[in-house]
Structure formats: C-alpha cells, structure tokens
C-alpha cells in the first residue's frame, strides 16, 4: 500500500491531522486484535472533522472478515478493502466515484515482484512473504476461513524480489507465510514441486543477502533436509521458529495440531544437534478443555525442552472455528494466571541461557542506536529475530547499520545480551586513518498514517 500510494503521487505523512487519506490496516485474528482495530478506526474518524482528511479507508483481515458488519456500524469510513487488496488502494486514490465496499476474494491474490513496495522499517532486513493462505485446520484459527487455501509464490518470482531489496541494503532476509514449511505442496505433481529448501538455497545465492531466517516452521513437516541446511552454517541461519501450542496429546488433538507430544520432543532433540542453533516457539494457554493437569504437562515440557525463544498466547474464542463451538471454557482470570505462570518459568530458563554464553564470540547485525541509550549500539545475532527476540548491546566502538561485525559477549540479563566489538569495521579499517566513524542510529523511512 505504501508503494501504490506513492506511484498515486501522494507523500506520506507521520501525522494523520495532515494527510488527506487516512488508511487503517486491520487485524481480524483474535479478540484484542479486532477490538483494538475498531477503537483506532473511530479515533482517525475525528481526522475528516479537525484534520485534512477527505477519505477514511479501512482495510486488512477485519474488513475481510466482517464486511458488512463494519459497513452497517461505522458510516464515518469512505472505503472498506479486504486483507489482499492492497493494489484496489490505487483505484481510491486515483479514481472518482469508487464503491464503497471493495473487499475482494483473497484467493484471487498472491504477491509478487513486481507489485510495488516500500520498505517502511529498517533498510538492513526485510520481510519476504512466500506465500498467502493456509491450509491447515487448526481447531482455533480462522485464517483459512478469511485468507483462503495455501497459494506459493514460485521460487524466480520470490528470488526476484529478494534481489530488489538486497538492492536498497537488506541484507537480512526474514522469510515468513501462514505456513512456511509447506511451501510449494500447491505447485505442480509430487516429486516436481519446489521445497523449501530449494527455495532457501536460491535465496542464499542472491548477492549482498547475507542471513536467510525461515518462520513459521510446523513440527510435523520438519525434515531431515531441512535440519541439514540449518546446521550447514551457510546464510541460511541456525533458528527455528516453531509454533508447537501445546504439549499433551489430549490438547494437541483438540487443537487439530497433527502431532503429538513424542513428535515435538523427538524433534527438539534432533535440532539440538544442530550446533548453535537457537529455537522459538510459541504456546496457547486458556484453549477449551485445559485442565490444571495439561497446563502442568505444558510446564514441564517448557522447562524440560530449555526452548531460546517463548511466546505465550491467550486462548481467543473465535467465530468460525471448531473451537468456538466449543463450551468447556477457562475462565478468562485463570487464563490470563496460566500465562504468566508459563512466562515466568521461561523468563528463568532464558536467563540461565544467556548466562551460559557470557564469554563467546558471536557476529552481530548492527541495528542503530540502542533503545536503552543513544550513546551505544545494539544489533542482534543469529539466533534473535527481529522485533519479537532480544537484542545484543554493544558497548564500545563504532559501526555503519546493516554491518556485520564479531562481538564478545560480556554480560546478559533476562532476554538481551551485552557485548563488545571485535577489530575494526571492515568499511572504515581500509580506509584508515580516516575520520572515525560515527554511530548510526537506524532510519526509518516516512510512513503514511497506517496505524497498526
């Protein structure tokens, strides 16, 4: 979207009482999300009385999912757009008497290269979206009923535009889809469809991308391959992100997972032989039918697996899925305990993680400034992802954003590391006795007043 709206000729603006289209980019997902999105919609609706605002437009997976719904209670709102309409934006922008309500079939959309794109965060590492849709039937999620079935995007059209943004400076390639480990099961017969694998050996030979890291990698697909490329300490880095949600058979089943227990731990201890390797993953507390007996399960798998990464998620009931049909309900206050239980014992285990690694040497992508201080850097290493792991601070010495320097590690705390620079920059050292470089807060490009 921000790409169409520049090649409309509009600018973006940081405050939206100054921009004359106001886009709000909806989450349908779960509760919070929806009711978070509604409250921001009527808070921008005051634009079109006291800012420059002539056209509200809603869009994203909300409007997708509750077209009419949204139509009938917010009159104040010009246009509605579904989750894959990015590219109708254009007709609002450019064109008079546009219906109002354009929300499209998401199977008729799929990404690709030549779609226009602005990078709206840091230039150093990107998102690369491989593919739309799932087609799992997960009991709790709605996403296929509102995003369609899996569609992968071939591999020249993904390396196209991974090759566009290593262009513009990325350097880190963060590989992303609802369902990333079964790419390419839609594209032609058994046996010549392509893999994820191939995939990421492509993305690996595209020149000045440096890190390849694979999200959202499903317990019961994993293979052996796959656990090969990870530990073959190429550019395709040594971190799983594994969303298993649960740990006993009885929830996994409900849950319509397709694994059970045995799997996910026979496969932990795989990847654990991958020297390195770092693993997040992410859980659901509070699902219909958990009892203090597979919370407990759930607890000790955490503390027994010694996981790098955790994320814990409140159970949401939601329409449309197996799962809101169900009535053996957790009360919401023995939810919201259960995960703060869960994150205290992973806050501990993340702690005495990082403690184990005070004294090793690491390469570190640099990020900027440090959120703690302007006077340091941060930057992370491998096994932490952008914007949901911690980062490493860097306490000395001088770095461009987007370089890749070694580090030692000299302290830690909960989830963050703490480490001093290695040598020289390899940019500045050739160049010495040049003037010394700077520290380099990291930029972030105008964004339009696409809230959330």
Known sequence: MLG????????????????????????????????????????LSDMKQNGACKKLVVTGCLSQRYPEELNKGLPEVDHFLGSSDMLVLGKVLTQNKVPKMLVGNPADHLARASDPRVLSLHRHYAYL????????????????????????RPIDDVVAEAKQLAAQGVVELNVISQDTISYGKDLGDKGQRPTLVQLAHALSDVEGIEWVRLFYLYPEAFSQ?????????????????????HATDRMLKLMRRGYNEKKQRELIERLRAVPGLCIRSAFIVGHPG?????????????????LDHVGVFRYSHEDGTHSGTM???????????????????????SKKRLKARIGDEITVLVEGESDESELLLQGRHAGQAPEVDGVVILTNGTADTGELRRAKITHATEYDLVAKLLGESKAKSAKAPAKKAAKTSTVRSARLPIIR
């Open 4 to 43: 169409v709206s520049g090649e409309a000729g509009y600018q973006h603006v940081d405050d939206p009482s100054n921009a004359e289209v106001i886009v709000v980019n909806t989450c349908g997902f779960v509760e919070a999300a929806k009711q978070e999105s509604i409250e921001t919609i009527l808070a």
């Open 129 to 152: 979206k491989i593919a739309e849709g799932c087609s799992r039937k997960c009991s709790f999620c709605a996403i296929p009923s509102f995003r369609g079935t899996q569609r992968s």
């Open 225 to 245: 391959e796959l656990i090969d490329l990870l530990g073959a300490g190429g550019k395709v880095v040594p971190y799983v992100d594994m969303p298993m949600q």
């Open 290 to 306: 958990e009892t203090d007996q597979d919370f407990e399960q759930l607890c000790d798998f955490v503390r027994r697996s010694e």
């Open 327 to 349: 009535e053996d309900l957790v009360a919401p206050e023995l939810i919201e305990e259960r995960a703060n239980e869960l994150m205290a014992i992973q806050q501990k285990i």
